[in-house]
T-cell receptor, first 111, second 113 residues
Framework: LAKTTQPISMDSYEGQEVNITCSHN???????ITWYQQFPSQGPRFIIQ???TKVTNEVASLFIPADRKSSTLSLPRVSLSDTAVYYC????????????FGSGTQLTVLP | EAQVTQNPRYLITVTGKKLTVTCSQN?????MSWYRQDPGLGLRQIYY???????DKGDVPEGYKVSRKEKRNFPLILESPSPNQTSLYFC????????????FGPGTRLTVT
């Protein structure tokens, strides 16, 4: 069963835009793609969720192509406090609606 | 304050000694779930519950049990813990299912020796 794939780590500088992509080629047809942020010693925290095209909220944007086999989380003008692990979450097609988190991307924002 | 609480936060135990990790939410959420987090493996779902008395297996259910007798509580039971269950455990809840925003507890770090 195919899983989700994310880059293991990314570095950026303060003020830059960061894009993190998650591949999920077995996504269930009618389910959402959700991204979470996790700081050390804390539980994950919801960032953004979408089904198709583009979604934007006060902290991020989410881009989803028409085939929905990937999604890109975009963080505008990152700051040091955005250093965290970012996970995509999808429901994979098939039996039992298997819920799958990506393996996470460690984003390090440098001064 | 809307929150998910877990107890204990830290636990060291020995192989075979039954233990329970409690999880409680005060948001009247239908959906609750347990995850374990291990280095290099990310978050993996153990069990989930869509409603009271309705539970189902996630990705890695072996060695765990759950129950959902009340909407607010979703305890995780390890009947005979083994060292490979040493992990960081998170409980989460959402309004009506995994497609809704999940609220995570602070985590329980379990060590089985």
């Amino acid at each position: 069963l195919a899983k989700t794939t994310q880059p293991i780590s990314m570095d950026s500088y303060e003020g830059q835009e960061v894009n993190i992509t998650c591949s999920h080629n077995n996504i269930a047809t009618n389910d959402y793609i959700t991204w979470y942020q996790q700081f050390p010693s804390q539980g994950p925290r919801f960032i953004i969720q979408g089904y198709k095209t583009k979604v934007t909220n006060e902290v991020a944007s989410l881009f989803i192509p028409a085939d929905r086999k990937s999604s890109t989380l975009s963080l505008p003008r990152v700051s040091l406090s955005d250093t965290a692990v970012y996970y995509c979450l999808v429901l994979l097609s098939g039996s039992a609606r298997q819920l799958t988190f990506g393996s996470g991307t460690q984003l390090t924002v440098l001064p | 304050e809307a929150q998910v609480t877990q107890n204990p936060r830290y636990l060291i135990t020995v192989t075979g000694k039954k233990l329970t990790v409690t999880c409680s939410q005060n948001m009247n959420h239908e959906y609750m779930s347990w995850y374990r987090q291990d280095p290099g493996l990310g978050l993996r779902q153990i069990y989930y519950s869509m409603n009271v008395e309705v539970t189902d297996k996630g990705d890695v259910p072996e060695g765990y049990k759950v129950s959902r007798k009340e909407k607010r509580n979703f305890p995780l039971i390890l009947e005979s813990p083994s060292p490979n269950q040493t992990s960081l455990y998170f409980c989460a809840s959402s309004l009506a299912g995994p497609n809704y925003e999940q609220y995570f507890g602070p985590g329980t770090r379990l060590t089985v020796t």
